[in-house]
């Protein structure tokens, strides 16, 4: 809805808050549920100090029902009233106030940025819209609310119709499939608790600075997935001999350096790792449908994968003899290191293992005495077999690992201790998992500063 700023002014003689019945009918009139009778939404309101003079921030279909809403305080004074836009819009924009075509096709970049901030998101881009999670908020319940589940969109938000929507299995079948939303959810559905993380999570602690969006630590989350087993459909399809490779198609295409022509999002799986990653068809997302920038109505889920795996908007499924080779899965999400002077390389698979310390948060003032210190930990190899926490750079100790393990979601781990000592506390954590790896001091740089699983600091002060 359109926004809109009031100013109303009046006389020192015109004021209605000194007469005490004027005074309360117009702030019953200014309420939130009369407004919203008259179809107005108040934002926000205040009254300028000592100088008679009222803003309100509002949002209207139109002038005209605003004007009407407002025809008491013109009766007072003088109302002006300026259209508006969000900081997001004009973020959006470019800064120069026209809004962004609000095309049919797409979700209004403004208006998703605006719902990620409200959530508590931090943002990096507007569009595409990326913004990361605080890793304070990651500690909480098993999973995160939808809201604060970090957004990682490498073009615009497509708003796929539900109705006309099939996702297609074609390539090497016996029985192409067309499958609407409807038939999928008549398919036996699955929940399973994932945890994903963009390969660039903590790339903007890297030294020296790579480029691609710079993310702290918070590209990470878990949800409660549910959806249908990918090898369910499949077989439906039927495999033709020959059958080795998958591609999976987004809905989502956009312009990239050095091609010509848009490219769509598409990676690839092998038979294999579909088959040992247990990848799922989702359609909700902690028991909600997926929302729009997470990837309505269906997205893959692959469990244990760094997240780019876990393609959304999905519409095609293509089988194949050959590997993928589209752009986000041939020329980005590869590991190049410079090892021995020699160039090496490898693709950007299972997560590494890593932990992260959601209390304290850095520079938390913290009481002398008992303290618990937590996070979470996870790993794309396997689960977590221990969390190990050192304080002030003494000796390692062994985290207590708490709820449930999960084969691909996060372990929560705590540690209660005493601080006897004032001073600066640094605390830092380290995960290892069943497949034995742990986390190194400093990950290995690599040019694109992916999977970047250095064990984490976080520096509070007791007092
Ligand atoms: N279609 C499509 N799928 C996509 C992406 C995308 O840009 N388009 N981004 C990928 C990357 S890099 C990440 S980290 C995750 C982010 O998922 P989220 O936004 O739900 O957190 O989606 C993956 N799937
Ligand atoms: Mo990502």
Same mark, same amino acid.
């Given at each position: 809805m359109p926004l809109f700023i009031v100013n109303h002014q009046h006389s020192a003689e015109t004021c209605p808050a000194g007469d005490p019945a004027r005074g309360v009918m117009l702030l019953n009139h200014l309420s939130l549920s009369s407004a919203a009778r008259h179809g107005v939404l108040i934002k926000g309101e205040a009254v300028a100090q000592g100088s008679n003079s009222l803003f309100l921030i509002v949002e209207a279909a139109d002038e005209a029902v605003l004007q009407a809403f407002l025809a008491p305080l013109r009766q007072i004074g003088n109302v002006e009233v300026t259209a508006a836009m969000t900081c997001a819009a004009m973020v959006s924009s470019g800064? *120069?106030?026209?809004? +962004? *075509?609000? =095309?049919? @096709?797409?979700?209004d970049p403004a208006d998703a940025c605006q719902d990620a901030i409200e959530a508590g998101i931090l943002i990096h881009s507007v569009n595409p819209l990326n913004g990361e999670t605080s890793v304070p908020g990651l500690a909480g319940g098993a999973v995160m609310p939808n809201g604060r589940f970090y957004l990682r969109n490498h073009f615009d938000i497509p708003k796929v119709g539900s109705d006309s929507y099939r996702l297609s299995i074609g390539g090497l079948v016996e029985r192409p499939l067309n499958l609407s939303m409807r038939e999928l959810h008549n398919l036996h559905a699955e929940s399973q608790v994932v945890t994903l993380e963009c390969a660039g999570n903590g790339r903007s602690l890297f030294d020296p600075a790579v480029p691609g969006e710079p993310w702290g630590l918070g590209a990470v989350s878990t949800a409660e997935w549910t959806g249908v087993r990918l090898t369910e459909v499949l077989e439906r399809a039927g495999l033709r001999p020959g059958a080795s490779e998958l591609t999976f198609r987004g809905a989502d295409s956009g312009v990239v350096g050095g091609h010509g022509t848009p490219v769509r999002f598409e990676r690839g799986l092998s038979l294999d790792q579909v088959r040992e990653t247990d990848a799922l068809l989702a359609y909700e997302m902690n028991g909600e449908p997926l929302s729009r920038p997470h990837g309505y109505p269906l997205r893959l889920i692959v469990p244990? &994968?760094?997240? +780019?795996? =876990? +393609?959304? &908007?999905?519409t095609e499924i293509v089988v194949t003899d050959k590997p993928c080779g589209a752009y986000y899965q041939a020329e980005k999400y590869w590991y190049h290191w410079v090892r021995n002077g020699q160039a090496e390389r490898a693709p950007v698979k299972l997560m590494n293992v890593r932990a992260l310390i959601? =209390?304290? *948060? @850095?520079g938390e003032k913290l009481p002398r005495g008992e303290i618990a210190i937590r996070g979470v930990a996870w790993s794309g190899?396997? =689960?977590?077999s221990r969390v190990d926490v050192s304080l002030n750079g003494g000796p390692w100790r062994a985290a207590r690992l708490v709820g449930e393990r999960r084969r691909a979601a996060w372990q929560w781990w705590e540690l209660i201790t005493r601080l006897e000592q004032t001073g600066p506390l640094t605390v830092r954590a380290r995960a290892t998992d069943t497949a034995g790896r742990t986390q190194p001091e400093h990950a290995e740089w690599n040019r694109l500063g992916y999977g970047n699983n250095s064990i984490h600091s976080v520096t509070a002060q007791v007092i």
């Open positions: 800064g *120069d106030g026209r809004p +962004v *075509d609000a =095309s049919p @096709e797409f979700l244990g &994968w760094y997240a +780019v795996a =876990s +393609v959304k &908007w999905l959601s =209390s304290p *948060d @850095e190899a396997g =689960s977590i």
